[in-house]
């Protein structure tokens, strides 16, 4: 999956997230600490990547 792709299910998960918290249907708690839940898949697993070196 591309850089772009990933950015993109990352926005798409927190954007339903907040629709969810909105709408009750997840408790305000669960939706405040969301983000904190999806930091994993923000940083990448090779740390050469993350650093710019090939």
Do not use: H, K, S, Y
């Not at 950015?7 to 997840?26: E, G, P, Q, S």
């Amino acid at each position: 999956m591309t850089r772009i792709q990933e950015a993109l299910c990352l926005a798409t998960v927190l954007l339903a997230i907040a629709v969810l918290a909105v709408f009750d249907v997840i408790p305000e708690q669960v939706a405040r600490f969301a983000p904190l839940a999806v930091v994993p898949w923000i940083i990448r697993r090779n740390p050469a990547c993350a650093t710019g070196r090939a």
